[in-house]
């Protein structure tokens, strides 16, 4: 689960991360409102949406009086902004957040992410603050510091120094004061079960403090029980519709750019498929994990929720029976057919448990649309047959 920067920020006070004083409004008039309270004569405009690089889409702007809060706003609020995270298709901004102006003398990165490899969070920094990480580890991947932290010690004061020394941090004063700040920014990420924490840019003053003024971060779903304040943080509104639809029947999806859907069960299988795919000359449309607790029931709403893609013209069903036998699955296509209009060929492989069952079920049907494949490599080039007309 994500959420928006001026939430993030909210977190970010409970744990004493400083930053720049703000207010979240909805409406222009609200939003001048705000920057008359904060006071000062230069505040920030930030479009409010689940994505960075709103800067770049238009989404950010500077204000030098009550007026331009106004005009920005009125700019900024119901406008659909494309950033290099949005796709083409962008976000609708439904809220901005009113920021007063900061004493900018330096920009960093600072993050926090979970490093599989490692099975360990890492902290992340770079004096490339400001721009794209991703560009950053890319063009210049010395540029970024990598400090992995041991959950069983947690952050101490040689993983502070390794930072500090990484970014040329050379003032005493300067160490200890980001020091406190990673530790700080350490212990929120592990207390909120997070996923992910990015300040970029992680400004430093010309008085030598550091704030954060920018915010992302993204939860553990599987957590969220624990953290009911943090879910109460939710913005539905940010999130995909089908997606969503998806995790109330147990299934994970993720909608894609391609034309042939897929419906799998395991997300290492999901992978593997999608790649085959790939190389046999296709593009998926979605990822759909079926899970291992798959009924008839869910394996239909697997297929109206792929079916809603315009650009599907091809689905194919590999499942691998173990947990979910395949018989189970056969079923559900059964009633997916009697459910939904399954307009275009479907590819079947199904192996495992209750394979034969399955293959008799389906011939026995007599589905016309439905081919069966032999394997994983036979049901991926069949597919990308049938989507391209063969």
């Not at 901004?93 to 600072?110: H, N, P, R, T």
């Not at 997606?243 to 290492?268: F, H, P, Q, T, W």
Request: charged content about 25%; glycine content about 12%; overall charge negative.
């Amino acid at each position: 689960m994500n959420i928006h920067e001026y939430q993030a920020k909210q977190i970010f006070a409970k744990y004493g991360v400083p930053t720049p004083r703000g207010i979240v409004a909805n409406t222009a008039d609200q939003a001048v409102r705000n920057a008359a309270e904060l006071g000062g004569k230069i505040w920030v405009v930030k479009a409010q949406i689940h994505a960075g690089g709103r800067g770049l889409g238009g989404g950010v702007k500077l204000a030098r009086s009550l007026d331009e809060v106004g005009e920005f706003a009125s700019q900024i609020l119901g406008m659909t902004l494309v950033t290099h995270q949005t796709g083409p298709e962008g976000k609708l901004v439904q809220k901005v957040y009113i920021e007063e102006g900061a004493d900018i003398k330096d920009e960093l990165y600072l993050g926090v992410v979970l490093d599989r490899a490692k099975e360990m969070p890492v902290i992340m920094a770079s004096t490339q603050g400001g721009m794209e990480i991703e560009n950053v580890a890319h063009d210049n991947p010395e540029k970024i510091i990598k400090v992995a932290v041991d959950p069983a010690i947690g952050f101490q004061g040689f993983h502070g120094r390794e930072l500090v020394f990484g970014l040329g941090i050379t003032d005493p004063a300067e160490q200890k004061k980001f020091i406190s700040f990673a530790s700080k920014l350490y212990k929120l990420y592990m207390e909120n079960d997070a996923e992910m924490i990015e300040i970029n840019p992680l400004i430093k003053t010309g008085a030598g403090d550091f704030l954060a003024l920018d915010g992302k971060m993204g939860f553990d779903d599987s957590a969220l029980g624990r953290h009911p304040d943090i879910e109460d943080m939710r913005d539905i509104s940010e999130e995909d519709a089908d997606e969503r639809e998806a995790s109330r029947y147990g299934l994970s999806y993720i909608s894609l750019d391609g034309e042939i859907g897929c419906m799998v069960n395991g997300a290492g299988l999901a992978m593997g498929t999608m790649d085959t795919i790939n190389y046999m000359g296709g593009t998926p449309a979605n990822f759909l994990d079926v899970g291992g607790k798959a009924n008839a029931e869910t394996v239909a709403k697997g297929f109206e929720i792929i079916l809603k893609n315009p650009k599907v013209k091809a689905i194919f069903v590999n499942i691998f029976g173990g947990i979910v036998r395949c018989d189970r699955i056969a079923n559900g296509i059964l009633e997916a057919t009697k459910m939904v209009n399954v307009h275009v060929p479907v590819i079947v492989r199904l192996d495992g448990t209750n394979a034969p069952e399955a293959a008799e079920i389906l011939k026995n049907a007599n589905i016309p649309n439905v081919i069966a494949a032999t394997d994983l490599a036979d049901g991926a080039a069949k597919a990308v047959a049938a989507a391209k007309g063969e």
